[in-house]
């Protein structure tokens, strides 16, 4: 039955997509830091949630944009699974995929482009982001609307701290921020590197 | 349970469930699939469901509207002797003897049959399903179960 099921839904999910009814499709993949709920829209990558299932307000957002033609495709979400591998595997830095941030308002949006701006290994403030965005009074809201960043990682808001040196938020909880950062300093070699203990 | 947004959350819910009755009115893996896919593609089309909370009874009877156009295209009888493909042992029962009993119900007693004994919907899930009032769903199912008992003794 299982398989079955399986089999039936591609052939489902391929006529729909050749139909255009399908305008977002979605995928699950593992990664060192637990499973992704990965979306990808006509535009690009709509959102990186931390965990297999949708975050309410991200499926909201992308329903007010693209409608209800949200599905289960594994195929669209497959290019940001394999970038995403290789950064983790530490063998890419940056990220080639597109993003869609049309969905977002527009003070997220400059944020999270002067946020895309900090590279691989560098760190930043969220004063710092504020001021690239042209907004050098609202880090606090720069902080905001990094901690709703739907589309982390790729968009690099675990390189942003707080102006004192310490780590701030994450949405995906601090000890995968400090994982990122560790990553990124080539501190931990590929693979394997999130089973290490957590005082490590 | 929250209201249904996105296509993908009306298949992931309600695909399994839909599957198996196609695949039990139908008794063919290649049919039930074909059900299947066009079931939910007319829900897509279909969208949005005609009211909150009624998604279930929405799909089952755009399922039950598609088994019957094929066996009313196919002019033949829905073979039932593959059951034992989808049906769950229950009581004993040899899914045989209730393959073949189940097999010679009249079509609208068949869909009721299979929805309440074998799908276990509610007698108004029923209803809306086949497009019913629900007096009626509970008659189509008694009348089915008679028969269905007689066939089996």
Same mark, same amino acid.
């Given at each position: 039955m299982n398989e079955l099921m399986t089999d039936a839904r591609e052939r489902l999910v391929a006529r729909a997509r050749r139909e255009g009814l399908e305008t977002v499709g979605y995928g699950v993949v593992d990664s060192p830091l637990g499973p992704l709920w990965i979306a990808v829209g006509p535009k690009g990558v709509l959102a990186i949630h931390y965990g297999s299932e949708p975050a309410a307000a991200d499926l909201a957002r992308i329903v007010r944009s693209y409608g209800p033609g949200v599905l289960p495709d594994a195929r669209r979400a497959d290019p940001v699974a394999r970038e995403l591998d290789q950064y983790?595997?530490?063998?890419?830095?940056?990220?080639?995929?597109?993003?869609?941030?049309? #969905?977002?308002?527009?003070f997220q949006r400059r944020i999270l482009t002067a946020t895309a701006q900090v590279g691989f290994g560098e760190v930043s403030s969220y004063g710092k982001v504020a001021a690239t965005a042209g907004r050098k009074k609202a880090s606090r809201a720069a902080g905001q609307a990094l901690g709703s960043n739907p589309i982390p990682i790729v968009v690099p808001?675990?390189? &942003?701290?707080?102006s004192d040196g310490s780590l701030g938020g994450?949405?995906?909880g601090l000890?995968?921020?400090? /994982?990122?950062? #560790?990553?990124? /300093?080539?501190?931990?070699?590929?693979?394997?590197? &999130?089973? /290490?203990?957590r005082d490590d | 349970m929250t209201a249904i947004a996105t296509?993908?959350?009306?298949?992931?819910?309600?695909?399994?469930?839909?599957f198996a009755y196609a695949l039990r009115l139908t008794a063919d893996r290649d049919d039930a699939d074909d059900v299947y896919q066009e079931t939910f593609l007319a829900a897509f089309r279909g969208?949005?469901?005609?009211?909150?909370?009624?998604?279930?009874?929405?799909?089952?009877?755009?399922?039950?509207?598609k088994v019957i156009d094929r066996a009313r295209r196919a002019k033949r009888l829905v073979r039932m002797d593959d059951l034992r493909l989808a049906a769950p042992e229950r009581d004993g029962v040899s899914l045989a003897d209730l393959a073949s009993a189940v097999k010679v119900l009249p079509e609208g007693q068949r869909a009721a049959f299979v929805l309440r004994k074998l799908q276990g919907l509610e007698y108004a899930e029923v209803a809306r399903a086949l497009a019913c009032s629900e007096e009626a769903a509970r008659s189509r199912v008694a009348e089915a179960m008679k028969k269905v008992k007689e066939a089996m003794r």
């Open positions: 983790f595997a530490g063998k890419r830095k940056s990220f080639d995929v597109a993003v869609d941030l049309s #969905t977002l308002t527009e808001c675990h390189r &942003i701290l707080a994450y949405a995906g000890e995968a921020k400090r /994982r990122l950062l #560790t990553l990124e /300093r080539g501190g931990a070699p590929a693979g394997g590197w &999130i089973r /290490r203990g | 296509f993908g959350e009306l298949l992931e819910r309600h695909e399994r469930e839909i969208w949005p469901p005609p009211r909150r909370g009624q998604e279930r009874a929405w799909l089952y009877r755009i399922a039950t509207n």
